[in-house]
């Protein structure tokens, strides 16, 4: 089974740890992962943004393939990636012990997608739980 369309198939390493569908998911495997591996997952990704723009804008929502909503799920992922990178850098590690306070109980994109769920300090993310529709 192909996780994102061909043409990004490039980033298929990627897309099965980092195609998170939540916020809340989203917030814990940031908070999980080291900084090397947020730069690591931010340096493969964002070069390619421009093309996965591109190419979801080319399709009607409802054209959409499972593929599809993970390549989206993995530009979300890349947003919260590079306030970690871009912005924090060396300073990333010291808002975990913060953010573990935070819980994110879901987003309004979380509740028009079907995927609401509570997600705590211990979570770990999983593109299964996606709740896109369509799938």
């Known amino acids: 089974m192909e996780l994102l369309p061909p ?3 490039a980033l298929e390493g990627f897309a099965e740890r980092w195609a998170v569908a939540t916020s809340a998911g989203r917030a814990a495997l940031r908070n999980a992962a080291s900084l090397d ?3 690591a997952f931010h340096e493969a990704v964002s ?3 421009a093309a996965i723009f591109a190419y979801l804008d080319a399709k009607a929502f409802s054209a959409y393939t ?3 909503w ?3 799920d993995l530009t979300h992922m890349l947003a919260h990636v590079a306030l970690a990178v871009e912005v924090q850098g060396a300073d990333e590690p010291d808002g975990r012990s913060a953010r573990d306070q935070m819980q994110i109980v879901c987003s309004d994109a979380d509740r028009k997608g079907g995927a ?3 997600v705590g ?3 770990k993310p999983s593109i299964a739980k996606n709740g896109h529709e369509g799938e």
């Open 121 to 123: 300090h211990d979570a």
């Open 116 to 118: 609401v769920e509570s």
């Open 7 to 9: 043409s990004f198939a």
């Open 37 to 39: 591996e947020l730069r």
């Open 70 to 72: 993970r390549l989206i």
């Open 66 to 68: 499972a593929a599809d």
């Open 47 to 49: 070069p390619s943004i």
